[in-house]
């Protein structure tokens, strides 16, 4: 069993920065690779980041790389989500998870993560 509690969301204008956490609990948090994804109103769970169990290989979707930095610390169980540059398209639920699964392909997909959090709202105003 493993317990993901995001925390870092908030309303804040166009151009502006957020970070997100998430506190990791129960698996062996340094062996598994973690995801960020999100969801509008209205609109399909998307990927957004992933960082596999190192920190060494990071991926993202297009619409993020530059702006969103993905990493980790595994000695205080914790993945982050730098945000910057945001703009009111990033609206969304933001929602952390974990996988076993390695490699690009698969830490894209939702289905490859077995446990989620329950997510946090970040709102950007134009």
């Known amino acids: 069993q493993v317990q993901l509690v995001e925390s870092g969301g908030g309303l804040v204008q166009a151009g502006g920065s957020l970070r997100l956490s998430c506190a990791a609990s129960?698996?062996?948090?340094?062996?598994?690779?973690m995801g960020w994804f999100r969801q509008a109103p209205g609109k399909e769970r998307e990927f957004v980041a992933a960082i596999n169990w190192s920190g060494g290989s990071t991926y993202y979707t297009d619409s993020v790389k530059g702006r969103f930095t993905i990493s980790r610390d595994n000695a205080k169980n914790t993945v982050y989500l730098q945000m910057n540059s945001l703009k009111p398209e990033d609206t969304a639920v933001y929602s952390c998870?974990?996988?076993?699964?390695?490699?690009?392909?698969?830490?894209?997909?939702?289905?490859?993560?077995?446990?989620w959090g329950q997510g946090t709202q970040v709102t950007v105003s134009s």
């Open positions: 998870a974990s996988s076993i699964k390695t490699g690009s392909y698969y830490l894209r997909r939702s289905y490859a993560y077995d446990y």
């Open positions: 129960g698996r062996t948090f340094s062996s598994s690779a």
